[in-house]
């Protein structure tokens, strides 16, 4: 728990900061951007070397914009606009897009739960965390293997149970994202979930992805969980509470046996 909340705290902290980093990087870079393509436009077709500089500066110009964005989303600039989510059909929403970005090698699976409870979640930030979780895997996969999404209700209402994985009693709507890649040694693991925490190259991670999750369960009062083996796979466990009350009809909830992409 103290662990948890030291995590929070670190989080809340550099959020605030990054965010009015961000968010003042962001109008520069507007000043930057709209100056090159003004530029741009007074350059001569003969001027080809010029016209390379310019292209260049807009391209690293607007990485950095990238960035930007992935800091002000990260440091909860943007606020969380919550509805009744029916995940399974979020997750059948956009597993064409998550295919197309794994690439050819990878496979697709989701198995998705017959009736899956209605959650009170950002749609679009769920979105987000399973397209950064997705990356992730991809990139744990250089070879090629398969990415599993699984949703499950679970009912933690054994207190053992509950506290053996960590997350309060009650009733959840698990989302497992599973990788066979390479795993996690146990001091990446620990530090996953750390923002700008990465082991990718200079200019691949941001080692903003798993905080991005991190503050979105957070957020919507869930709870998440890593499990990997070196060499083996990765899985990432979401909670998120079942919504109850008058708002809990998930309309229409999608398959409910599972559909293999390629
Ligand atoms: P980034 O992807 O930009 O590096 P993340 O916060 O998403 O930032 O991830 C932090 C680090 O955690 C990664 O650099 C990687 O070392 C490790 N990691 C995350 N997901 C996986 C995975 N599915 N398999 C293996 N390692 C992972």
Excluded at 24 to 33: G, I
Excluded at 72 to 86: D, G, H, I, K, Y
Excluded at 175 to 195: E, N, Q, S, Y
Excluded at 220 to 237: A, D, L, M
Aim: glycine fraction near 12%.
């Amino acid at each position: 728990l103290e662990e948890q909340l030291r995590q929070s705290q670190k989080m809340e902290a550099v959020g605030q900061l990054t965010g009015g980093i961000a968010h003042d990087f962001n109008n520069m870079l507007a000043v930057v951007m709209g100056s090159l393509e003004l530029l741009n436009r007074r350059i001569g077709p003969e001027d080809v070397r010029a016209r390379h500089y310019v292209t260049q500066g807009l391209e690293g110009a607007k990485r950095a914009a990238n960035l930007t964005q992935r800091l002000l989303a990260f440091s909860r600039q943007q606020p969380l606009r919550p509805e009744t989510v029916n995940v399974n059909r979020l997750v059948g929403g956009m597993s064409e897009l998550l295919a197309h970005s794994l690439g050819g090698a990878i496979q697709l699976e989701t198995v998705l739960a017959a009736g899956a409870w209605p959650v009170h979640v950002d749609p679009n930030q769920l979105e987000n965390v399973l397209l950064n979780l997705g990356v992730n895997a991809r990139d744990a996969m250089p070879d090629g293997g398969r990415l599993t999404i699984e949703t499950q209700n679970a009912h933690l209402d054994s207190r053992y149970v509950a506290e053996e994985i960590g997350v309060a009693t009650g009733q959840y709507v698990l989302i497992a994202v599973t990788d066979t890649g390479c795993g996690m040694p146990p001091d990446v693991m620990a530090r996953a979930f750390d923002p700008f925490f990465t082991t990718k190259g200079v200019g691949k991670g941001t080692g903003l992805g798993l905080s991005q999750v991190y503050g979105f369960v957070k957020q919507s009062n869930g709870h998440v969980r890593i499990y990997s083996e070196p060499g083996q796979g990765t899985t990432v466990k979401i909670y998120l509470p079942r919504l109850t009350g008058a708002d809990a009809v998930a309309p229409d909830n999608g398959p409910s046996e599972g559909i293999l992409l390629p």
